[in-house]
T-cell receptor
């Protein structure tokens, strides 16, 4: 099924560990982004990409790295996990061509840092 | 900081009633979008309204945008129990796809 696939769905990390959250889309969307959602809040943009090889920081980029080597994949790396990074992470892809557009979110990765 | 703020924070209605929620934002926008999130799930894109549009319809959804007041409203008509979810507005102010979300409105529709 076409869409955005995030793995893993759940993860528990110890403080200081590193890990990569995977995100893949099969819709050939140019734009991809990572958000985090904390309880009682909306999503906040972590990093963003307008195409392969191009990334940019969002509102809350500290502690995270991204790369976009292909159109399909946009992994998010936590360098040294901290309890403050406990959150639900969503990856999204989108496109815009004239009057046509599309936005698709993945189902999320629930991360707990202990 | 969050661009959008939804009002009310929570809304409880009965099936068949209409649900209205509002979103205010701070800076000029290219477009404003509404999303639905069922408990523990991802976001589903509902509707997008561009800055030069004032009203848009999609099925039972009606969205208005007032750029002079920096506000938008989402109306769900003839609500159903399946409409129970959190609803978020998101603004696109910078470049396509960089969204700023509000904190959401929790809607509960009781049969």
């Amino acid at each position: 099924n076409a869409g955005v696939t995030q793995t893993p769905k759940f993860q528990v990390l110890k403080t200081g560990q590193s890990m990569t959250l995977q995100c893949a889309q099969d819709m050939n969307h140019e734009y991809m982004s990572w958000y985090r959602q904390d309880p009682g809040m909306g999503l906040r943009l972590i990093h963003y990409s307008v195409g392969a090889g191009i990334t940019d920081q969002g509102e809350v980029p500290n502690g995270y790295n991204v790369s976009r080597s292909t159109t399909e994949d946009f992994p998010l790396r936590l360098l040294s996990a901290a309890p403050s990074q406990t959150s639900v992470y969503f990856c999204a892809s989108s496109y815009s061509e004239g009057a046509n557009y599309g936005y698709t979110f993945g189902s999320g990765t629930r991360l707990t840092v202990v | 900081s969050q661009q959008g703020e939804e009002d009310p924070q929570a809304l409880s209605i009965q099936e068949g009633e209409n649900a209205t929620m509002n979103c205010s934002y701070k800076t000029s926008i290219n477009n404003l979008q509404w999303y639905r999130q069922n408990s523990g799930r991802g976001l589903v894109h509902l509707i997008l309204i561009r800055s030069n549009e004032r009203e848009k319809h999609s099925g039972r959804l009606r969205v208005t945008l007032d750029t002079s007041k920096k506000s938008s409203s989402l109306l769900i008509t003839a609500s159903r129990a399946a409409d129970t979810a959190s609803y978020f507005c998101a603004t696109d102010s910078d470049s396509w796809g960089k969204l700023q979300f509000g904190a959401g409105t929790q809607v509960v529709v009781t049969p």
